[in-house]
């Protein structure tokens, strides 16, 4: 009975230290697109992100299978919903040739982080041309779809179109050249870009200087 105690008080403290080693997850979004990462590095492992709607799962890969991990083992979540809810399963397989699982982790995404499309524009405020970025969520795969952004005045007035047609999946960048469609300069005053698709909508404002 004797040695018994301390066998069991070393088994306690191997199960504690496998829990403090769990690394966790952080979520960052890069232009609406929820970055699932796993906390740490593992240089060298191959890892597999699998996800489920629930902490029981089923689990499915939502990564490519054995992703060489550089560092960070992180997946662009191009799928997740807005405001929904989902656990993530990290599989490795370290340097060493060994197996390690991670999670399942609960992640929600956030509903006001994580959208659809964007637009941005650069300067703002700003004079002469600028740049206008415009985002679409999906994989970057997915097939382009029909979209628009269009300069409006406070009226609402059509004043330039800045793309009306096909647009690929991520982040386009556009130049415009701060005129109106008969090619007069916009003067000093308050715009307003609509980017417009079928995943939804977003206005931005735009400052104009003279």
């Known amino acids: ?39 740490g590095d593992f240089p060298g492992a191959r890892y597999t992100i699998l996800r489920a709607n629930l902490g029981a799962g089923p689990f499915e890969p939502v990564s490519d299978a054995n992703t060489l991990c550089t560092g960070i083992c992180s997946l662009d979540d191009f799928d997740a919903q807005p405001g929904r809810t989902y656990w993530y399963r990290f599989d490795l397989e370290l340097a060493n040739g060994s197996f390690q699982s991670f999670g399942p982790y609960e992640v929600t995404i956030a509903a006001d982080q994580a959208r659809p499309v964007g637009a941005t524009i650069h300067p703002n405020p700003g004079r002469g041309p600028v740049r206008v970025q415009l985002f679409l969520g999906g994989r970057p795969s997915a097939a382009p779809v029909q979209a628009e952004a269009v ?22 960048s556009l130049d415009w050249n701060g005129r109106a469609r008969d090619g007069r300069a916009l003067g000093a005053g308050v715009y307003f870009l609509k980017f417009t698709s079928p995943l939804g909508s977003t206005v931005t404002r735009v400052v104009r200087l003279n």
């Open 151 to 172: 300069i409006y005045d406070l009226q609402g007035r059509e004043l330039a179109v800045v793309h009306r047609g096909p647009l690929a999946r991520g982040t386009s």
């Open 1 to 39: 009975m004797k040695k018994a105690f301390p066998i069991l008080v070393g088994a306690c403290a191997l199960l504690v230290s496998l829990a403090v080693a769990d690394p966790g997850v952080s979520v960052e979004y890069r232009q609406g697109v929820p970055e699932v990462r796993l906390n």
